[in-house]
């Protein structure tokens, strides 16, 4: 069965939206996520979006979300911040009503692992975790070839396990998370600047990049060591900027080798979550058992 549908990645900045044949994206759109948003307007976005790619009612649509998506198909964000309107809202029921019985919604970050385990920088990994850094920190882990996933949608959520770098709340609830230190939205606030890309495109505060940096390379290791990773790859609009993953790595370097799993790039970049939202579609893994 070829890999052919449609995906859309709603991410805390941006949404996009494509047209995948074979496995790769075919055909991409791209626009700004509303943060403010309730479920309702975020669909009639990601509909007029669908429309302008060709979508039809019925057409395998995988659609990768920022946020926890639970048993039941219910759509919660766990940074409050980045989606100020979602909570228990009814995702998978009216992705159905709207798009057919063939849409699928989960993570964007667990999205992105299962592809990137099954066509990308994972393949081969029997212990892989995703990272996505982009405006939270995200994370899909894939054990044995099976998805990691939990009732009420949280499982993967590594953004929100503490840093000793961190100290500040955390829009989770929580205090002192590598979110709240290593996430773009977190490098923006504490340089004072739009966005995470900002700070990278103007070269200043350093600082901030290699503190990200430095949370990133602790995260891998404590996860590796519950998890006995093999491998971790890295994507996401600052876990992919150029000149990051080597800081990551650098920090990395000055952990005992017993806790260095291989750390890649992520092989399909900006396209994990796309491509995996819809792989969900076309093989939905049964719902968590009880
Ligand atoms: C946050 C959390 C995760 C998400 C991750 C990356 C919310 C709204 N988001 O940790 O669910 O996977 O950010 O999200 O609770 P992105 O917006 O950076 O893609």
Redesign the pocket.
């Known amino acids: 069965m070829g890999v052919d549908g449609f995906a859309v990645d709603l991410?805390?900045?941006k949404i996009a939206a494509a047209r995948i044949e074979n496995g790769t994206v075919a055909a991409r759109l791209q626009a700004a996520t509303d943060p403010g948003a309730d479920i309702a307007a975020q669909i009639d976005r990601i509909a007029g979006m669908l429309e302008q790619l060709g979508f039809r009612h019925g057409d395998p649509l995988g659609v990768a979300v920022?946020?926890?998506v639970d048993a039941t198909g219910r759509w919660h964000?766990?940074?409050r911040n980045?989606?100020r309107a979602i909570s228990a809202a009814p995702l998978g029921e009216m992705l159905c009503a709207r798009f057919g019985a063939r849409s699928r919604a989960l993570?964007?970050?667990a999205a992105a692992a299962l592809a990137e385990a099954r066509l990308g920088a994972g393949r081969g990994a029997r212990n892989f975790a995703f990272l996505?850094i982009?405006?939270?920190?995200?994370g899909g882990l894939v054990l044995d070839g099976r998805l990691v996933e939990s009732r009420n949608g949280l499982a993967g959520?590594v953004?929100?396990a503490s840093s000793r770098l961190a100290g500040d709340p955390c829009g989770s609830g929580r205090i002192g998370t590598v979110?709240s230190v290593a996430?773009?939205k977190a490098i923006a606030a504490a340089a004072g600047l739009p966005d995470g890309r900002a700070v990278f495109d103007g070269g200043r505060h350093p600082e901030l990049i290699d503190r990200s940096a430095a949370a990133v390379a602790a995260l891998i290791a404590d996860l590796t060591a519950i998890l006995g990773l093999d491998r971790v790859a890295i994507g996401?609009s600052i876990g992919l900027a150029a000149g990051y993953l080597p800081q990551v790595l650098a920090h990395l370097s000055r952990e005992p080798d017993l806790f260095r799993p291989q750390v890649v790039r992520a092989g399909l970049t900006h396209d994990s979550g796309l491509i995996g939202g819809l792989l969900a579609a076309l093989d939905p893994a049964p719902p968590p058992s009880a």
């Open positions: 991410g805390g900045t920022a946020g926890r964000a766990v940074n980045t989606l993570n964007d970050a996505t982009s405006t939270g920190v995200g959520h953004g929100f979110e996430s773009g996401g």
